[in-house]
Structure formats: structure tokens, C-alpha cells
């Protein structure tokens, strides 16, 4: 089964455990029908008390400022975030492996060996951006959804952060939105998310496994030229 928007909201409201009266019996009613509902919400649970959220919001407090709840909820969202592109449904969409750059690397950053990283994903070595366009690795994470292991390396130029995932297995679709472009040989689909703040997403393949950059740029042809980077023939199309 397929889970639809109204089905996420429905598991996200019964996860942070807020709803009462008729809104909880409306939101069982709607995940009563979907498989593994109570498994879900648990798994959304455990995502939030990993990433240090509480997901019952406390009742309030005479404290004098609000930043704490507001840190809690900021932690909760991101938690949300995470469950909600760990659910299962299938191959993934590009679409979902982006949503990984929104999420805090769990690693350091992997260390350079020449014009690539320390690090690779599926076999497919990271680029080390810096000493040619200034963005540096910040930091590494993995996860793992509908059974693609996704290595992600995080990198900082100016304020501005990217991700760097490279997904294992066969190559994904890319998305059917996106305008697709020819760089220095490498075929690049662009889409811009309008969701969290505008993100820039650009997918491509290397060595036949699907690269997805994700984040926010102040120019749009920064993706395209960071995507089709060779690092003197250290990395393959």
C-alpha cells in the first residue's frame, strides 16, 4: 500500500501524541487501514527521541522565553522528516533522497586523498571540492531506505550547505519535473524544491549509481558544475 499525504500526517499527529478528542479519533480512523500503523508510529518515535525530541509537547510553562520549546520542536520537525522518508514505499524517488539534506550529519568529515575523499559510497569516490571551488566537507552520514544503503558527505562554502548522496544499487528514474541538461558529458536532471526554504536538487549517475546533490545555492549553475567535476579523471562517469 502506498501511503498518501493525509496518510503521513495522520501517523505524524498520533506519533507526537498531542491529538485528543474527535482529531485523534479521526486520525485512528484514517491509519486503520494502513499496514504496520502502530510499527510506523513507533519507529517514528524512536527517530525523534534519537535526534533528542520529546515528541509529546509538554503542557506550558511560566518560563520566561520560548527558545527551548522552540529547539524542541525544531528537533521533533527534523525527527518527523526523517521517519517520514524512512517509511516504506518502494523503490525511492530521488525526491526522497534529497530530503536527506536536511538532516545533521552522525560523522566527521572524511579526509582528502588527492582530488577525491577518503570516503565512498557504493563504490563511487566523493569529490574534495575545496581546493578547486571552496566547498569543503563538513561531515558524513548513512542511511538505509527501502533496502539502498545512502551515503551522504555534507559540504560548506560561505554559509551555504550541500549533500552529497550516492545511492547503491541500480540507478533510480530520475524525476519526470525536472529539465535535464548536458555538462562536460554527464547527463544532469535539475528541480528546485520549493519546500524547505528552495532547495536546489540536482541527479546524475556515476559509474551507473544515482548521485543526488541537494541544498542551497546562490547560483543555480553550481550544482551542474560541481555535479560534472572530474577531479582529474579520479572520478568516472
Do not use: N
Request: glycine share 10%; with cysteine.
Amino acid at each position: 500500500m502506498r501511503l498518501g499525504r493525509r496518510d503521513h500526517a495522520a501517523l505524524v499527529q498520533l506519533a507526537d501524541g498531542t491529538l485528543t478528542g474527535a482529531a485523534l479519533e479521526r486520525a485512528r480512523a484514517r491509519v486503520r487501514e494502513v499496514p504496520d500503523a502502530e510499527l510506523l508510529i513507533e519507529r517514528q518515535r524512536r527517530v525523534a527521541r534519537a535526534f533528542g525530541a520529546e515528541p509529546r509537547i509538554p503542557a506550558p510553562q511560566p518560563a520566561p522565553s520560548r527558545r527551548p520549546r522552540l529547539l524542541a520542536a525544531a528537533a521533533f520537525a527534523a525527527a518527523v522528516v526523517l521517519a517520514i522518508v524512512l517509511l516504506p514505499g518502494g523503490d525511492p524517488a530521488p525526491e526522497r533522497v534529497a530530503v536527506i539534506s536536511q538532516l545533521q550529519a552522525t560523522d566527521p568529515a572524511p579526509a582528502a586523498h588527492g582530488p577525491v575523499l577518503s570516503e565512498k559510497g557504493d563504490g563511487v569516490p566523493f569529490p574534495d571540492w575545496g581546493p578547486e571551488f571552496g566547498w569543503h566537507a563538513t561531515g558524513t552520514r548513512r542511511d538505509t531506505i527501502d533496502g539502498r544503503r545512502m551515503t551522504t558527505v555534507f559540504y560548506q562554502h560561505q554559509g551555504h550547505r550541500i549533500a552529497y548522496t550516492i545511492v547503491s544499487g541500480p540507478a533510480l528514474k530520475p524525476p519526470a519535473h525536472a529539465h535535464t541538461i548536458v555538462r562536460d558529458g554527464l547527463k544532469i536532471a535539475l528541480y528546485r524544491d520549493p519546500r524547505h526554504g528552495g532547495h536546489e536538487v540536482a541527479v546524475f549517475e556515476r559509474d551507473g549509481r544515482t548521485c543526488v546533490i541537494a541544498g542551497h545555492v546562490i547560483h543555480k549553475s553550481t550544482l551542474p558544475k560541481l555535479a560534472a567535476w572530474k577531479g582529474d579523471g579520479e572520478i568516472r562517469s
